[in-house]
């Protein structure tokens, strides 16, 4: 099928590794031009490589840090110079972070909602003028369906991710005028480097793939989700097709989430 997203330019954070880099490929694949941006570079550079070999096209790939204002301007100053535009914006970046209450200090607190919110935050103020020249812009925020409904030692991730699904929601209502459409996708159990790592020393004993049937035993569909999975629903929310879709957060999660 033909999303119709030949010639968009996206900037996706944290696009060198898991939903981040399967989101890059699929862009990539439908002819999206595609930025991506991370701490590392040499991770970067891999990436950038494995999207060229699977989806046949290049990417910019910039190493930056995004709780950093410094870094996010610089990249779109970047994004710009390299192509003129921006159409899509994924604020992806991300890492795991769960603990009881009494184990979270103010550093931690901080240091998580810098990284998962205010980095989404800056990263689309910046964006924004960008995104209504478009036209048709576009914001996808990843959170997580924890956000919706925290269990137990969940910070501060779930607190994190709730505030970035009530971020969507405001942000769709003020950016509706401008035609910038902005949706979340709650991530429930996901394959990623995070993922493989608590795999890793939850089962030290197991194969990964014998680990990953250990943790997907508690998904009602049965197994960890797959980076693609959501890099496909993130694919048809930047197309046309989606135009008449704001302001929604989207669980995909194996039928785990509590809420709907």
Same mark, same amino acid.
């Given at each position: 099928?033909?999303?119709?997203?030949?010639?968009?330019?996206?900037?996706?954070?944290?696009?060198?590794?898991?939903?981040?880099?399967?989101?890059?490929?699929?862009?990539?694949?439908?002819?999206?031009?595609?930025?991506?941006?991370?701490?590392?570079?040499?991770?970067?550079?891999?990436?950038?490589?494995?999207?060229?070999?699977?989806?046949?096209?290049?990417?910019?790939?910039?190493?930056?840090?995004?709780?950093?204002?410094?870094?996010?301007?610089?990249?779109?100053?970047?994004?710009?110079?390299?192509?003129?535009?921006?159409?899509?914006?994924?604020?992806?970046?991300?890492?795991?972070?769960?603990?009881?209450?009494? /184990?979270?200090?103010?550093? !931690?607190?901080?240091? $998580? *909602?810098? =990284?998962?919110?205010?980095?989404?935050?800056?990263? @689309?103020? #910046?964006?924004?003028?960008?995104?209504?020249?478009?036209?048709?812009?576009?914001?996808?925020?990843?959170?997580?369906?924890?956000?919706?409904?925290?269990?137990?030692?969940?910070?501060?991730?779930?607190?994190?991710?709730?505030?970035?699904?009530?971020?969507?929601?405001?942000?769709?209502?003020?950016?509706?005028?401008?035609?910038?459409?902005?949706?979340?996708?709650?991530?429930?159990?996901?394959?990623?480097?995070?993922? /493989?790592?608590?795999?890793? !020393?939850?089962?030290? $004993? *197991?194969? =990964?793939?014998?680990?990953?049937?250990?943790?997907? @035993?508690? #998904?009602?569909?049965?197994?960890?989700?797959?980076?693609?999975?959501?890099?496909?629903?993130?694919?048809?929310?930047?197309?046309?097709?989606?135009?008449?879709?704001?302001?929604?957060?989207?669980?995909?999660?194996?039928?785990?989430?509590?809420?709907?």
């Amino acid at each position: 099928m033909d999303l119709k997203l030949n010639g968009k330019v996206a900037l996706i954070t944290g696009g060198s590794q898991g939903i981040g880099l399967a989101t890059a490929v699929e862009f990539a694949r439908e002819g999206i031009d595609v930025v991506i941006c991370a701490r590392r570079q040499e991770l970067l550079d891999e990436a950038g490589k494995k999207i060229k070999e699977v989806a046949g096209k290049e990417v910019l790939t910039l190493s930056a840090d995004v709780s950093r204002s410094a870094d996010i301007d610089r990249v779109m100053d970047d994004v710009i110079t390299k192509h003129g535009r921006l159409d899509i914006l994924v604020n992806n970046a991300g890492r795991s972070a769960a603990a009881p209450f009494e /184990e979270v200090d103010d550093t !931690i607190w901080n240091e $998580d *909602l810098d =990284l998962k919110l205010m980095a989404a935050i800056r990263c @689309s103020r #910046v964006a924004l003028p960008y995104l209504e020249e478009s036209g048709d812009g576009r914001i996808i925020n990843i959170t997580a369906v924890g956000g919706k409904a925290p269990p137990a030692g969940s910070l501060p991730t779930s607190v994190s991710r709730a505030a970035g699904i009530a971020l969507t929601k405001a942000m769709s209502k003020d950016l509706a005028k401008k035609n910038i459409l902005v949706n979340t996708i709650c991530i429930g159990l996901v394959k990623s480097g995070q993922i /493989e790592n608590a795999a890793r !020393i939850r089962f030290p $004993d *197991l194969t =990964l793939e014998e680990a990953y049937s250990k943790m997907g @035993s508690s #998904v009602p569909l049965g197994r960890v989700g797959e980076a693609r999975e959501v890099a496909a629903l993130a694919t048809f929310l930047a197309s046309p097709l989606a135009g008449y879709i704001t302001g929604t957060a989207i669980n995909v999660d194996g039928g785990s989430g509590m809420t709907v």
